[in-house]
């Protein structure tokens, strides 16, 4: 699974294509993620301040040009070479490098915040890579993700037969497959699915 989305994310990263969709999103999914996200960024600093910021599956790099412009430390990682020869095209100021989720190359507490918006529902093993996420964030986690109602029957059967019908499946997680995890690393966890009352179109945070 996660070398098959690499896979498409390199196709992408090569084709003709808006950023937004470069990353699989639609344009209104897209802006209204990156919007929220930067609100959420300015809430965290407005309380505890922020100097530097890891974003984790920084894809053409958008979000840490948003982050860039807004004065904060960014750097972007992500698993496929060519998005990241991208972002770096477009963004040279920006810090970009290939790196693995599952294996940051990364001191513990490196960071003041992490993100991760997306990325959480093409990978395979969540579990380690919600860890490797909190081992590196010295004070705060975003991560945004598509949201599933069912509690009643396992992720890994489901998983497995979305699997068994697609190499590159979009995975969707109930709270208590994420929770549980940033809870054990120390992190106080607050869910929101809804905006301005509407519920957000492309995840929850």
């Known amino acids: 699974m996660d070398d098959a989305w690499k896979i498409v994310y390199e196709q992408r990263a090569r084709s003709d294509i808006p950023d937004y969709r470069k ?14 996200t930067l609100k959420f960024v300015d809430e965290i600093n407005s309380t505890n301040p922020i100097t530097t910021i890891l974003d984790v599956g920084s894809g053409p790099g958008i979000y840490c040009d948003a982050l860039h412009r807004k004065g904060f430390i960014v750097t972007g990682i992500d698993y496929s ?44 093993d969540h579990e ?31 998983l497995k037969e979305q699997l068994e019908e697609d190499s590159w499946p979009t995975r969707e997680y109930h709270s208590n497959e994420v929770v549980p995890i940033l809870e054990s690393a120390g992190f106080s ?7 301005n009352r509407q519920e957000i179109r492309d995840g929850y945070f």
Not at 131 to 157: M, Q
Request: some cysteine; aromatic content about 10%; overall charge negative.
């Open 128 to 158: 380690r890579f919600l860890r490797e996420l909190c081992r590196v964030s010295r004070k705060n986690l975003i991560i945004s993700t598509l949201w599933r109602e069912d509690t009643g029957k396992d992720p890994a059967i489901i």
């Open 189 to 195: 966890c607050t869910i929101i699915r809804e905006q």
């Open 81 to 124: 070479p060519e998005m990241i020869a991208l972002a770096k095209k477009n963004y040279p100021d920006i810090t970009f490098s290939v790196g693995d989720g599952y294996h940051l190359e990364f001191a513990d507490n490196s960071f003041d915040l992490v993100i991760s918006i997306g990325a959480l529902q093409c990978l395979l």
């Open 23 to 36: 990353s699989c999103w639609s344009k209104e999914g897209f802006e209204e993620l990156l919007q929220l």
